[in-house]
């Protein structure tokens, strides 16, 4: 069953990012050849003005072909015969969907689990945290730079710039101050400030709304925070996942929360799915050809040079980068076998 729901959770984030190409695409007059769920061989399809919409055998992907690549044909409703800023949104559209979604589940999430929020119910005699000042009931507002909204994201910064010193700046009867705080190592090496969270608390419709949004973020800082551990080296590429280690990783989660009921299962995979939704967001975006942001940089190159990329380099550069998620994928997916059936 948690194989059954990993797949049908991948399924529509995928979906969902290929309808936010689709509706801005016909919202800018582009013809749409084919809209297609899952892949593989079609299993039943179905013509609807100039779009054959189609279901596949493999319930894995989608995609929406707005005959993009084809650079020759510049017809009234083709993709390249629209301005830059038309096909922007339409390519910007994909990953927009996927936060949207992310914001969507978050809300659903919070509305019934409630929000974490940045409150300090206690704070460890003798830790860090209690040396630099900090009390229960204080609020973080602020470490170092970056505002803090979550409690989670206290955890996250902390994992993440382990050992460091930061400027923790918290909320205490009305007014805010700012002190140095230097964690600790524990036994085992893991360095702790020595504060711990308030837990989840529900809130009314327009915090609701707010932490929604602040949901989404930390789930983008987290992935972005991610990948510049990995482009640092900090992070391997063995510890990367692909399809095979989110369905496990779904089916985990799935097996450890059935004991709880069907309302556990369903909490715990909308915040797969916000997790799912907004790292394919994030992912997308960035600048790799053949991905929405690798399109998205060709796009800017045409807006400051006020001419297209010769349409022949640019689809070198997009195949080149096809070649080069493929080896990526088939590495990741041996990772993944590897990792989860040995």
Not at 78 to 104: E, H, Q
Not at 170 to 179: I, L, M
Not at 192 to 212: D, F, M, P, Q, R
Request: glycine share 12%; hydrophobic share 45%; aromatic share 10%.
């Amino acid at each position: 069953m948690g194989i059954v729901l990993a797949i049908l959770i991948f399924s529509f984030i995928i979906f969902f990012h290929e309808l936010g190409h689709f509706f801005l695409a016909r919202k800018n007059g582009i013809d749409v050849d084919e809209f297609w769920i899952g892949m593989g061989p079609t299993i039943v399809h179905k013509k609807i003005g100039n779009t054959d919409y189609c279901l596949k055998l493999l319930p894995l992907g989608g995609a929406c072909m707005m005959g993009e690549d084809e650079v020759d044909d510049l017809s009234a409703g083709s993709f390249n015969s629209k301005s830059p800023w038309r096909r922007i949104s339409v390519i910007l559209a994909g990953p927009v969907f996927n936060f949207i979604l992310a914001f969507i589940c978050s809300m659903i999430f919070i509305g019934i689990v409630g929000v974490d929020k940045a409150d300090l119910s206690g704070v460890t005699p003798n830790s860090p945290a209690a040396e630099a000042g900090l009390q229960e009931g204080d609020k973080i507002v602020k470490i170092n730079s970056k505002s803090v909204k979550l409690f989670r994201e206290i955890t996250m910064y902390n994992q993440f710039h382990q050992g460091e010193t930061v400027e923790v700046t918290y909320e205490r009867d009305g007014s805010q101050n700012t002190v140095k705080l230097t964690p600790k190592a524990d036994e085992n090496g893991f360095y702790k400030w020595g504060v711990t969270s308030t837990g989840y608390e529900k809130g009314n419709l327009l915090e609701t709304i707010a932490y929604g949004g602040y949901e989404v973020k930390y789930w983008i800082d987290l992935t972005v925070e991610s990948l510049g551990q990995l482009i640092t080296g900090r992070i391997g590429l063995d510890q990367l996942s692909g399809p095979v280690g989110v369905v496990d990783a779904v089916d985990t989660t799935y097996k450890q929360s059935r004991e709880g009921g069907a309302l556990v299962v369903f909490i715990n995979m909308l915040r797969m799915a916000i997790l799912l939704s907004a790292n394919l967001g994030v992912m997308n975006l960035l600048p790799i050809p053949a991905l929405d942001g690798g399109r998205l940089v060709f796009l800017v190159l045409e807006l400051i040079r006020g001419k297209r990329v010769p349409p022949e380099k640019e689809g070198y550069v997009h195949f080149a980068g096809m070649i080069l998620l493929l080896g990526l994928m088939v590495f990741v997916m041996y990772n993944d076998i590897v990792r989860v059936f040995f």
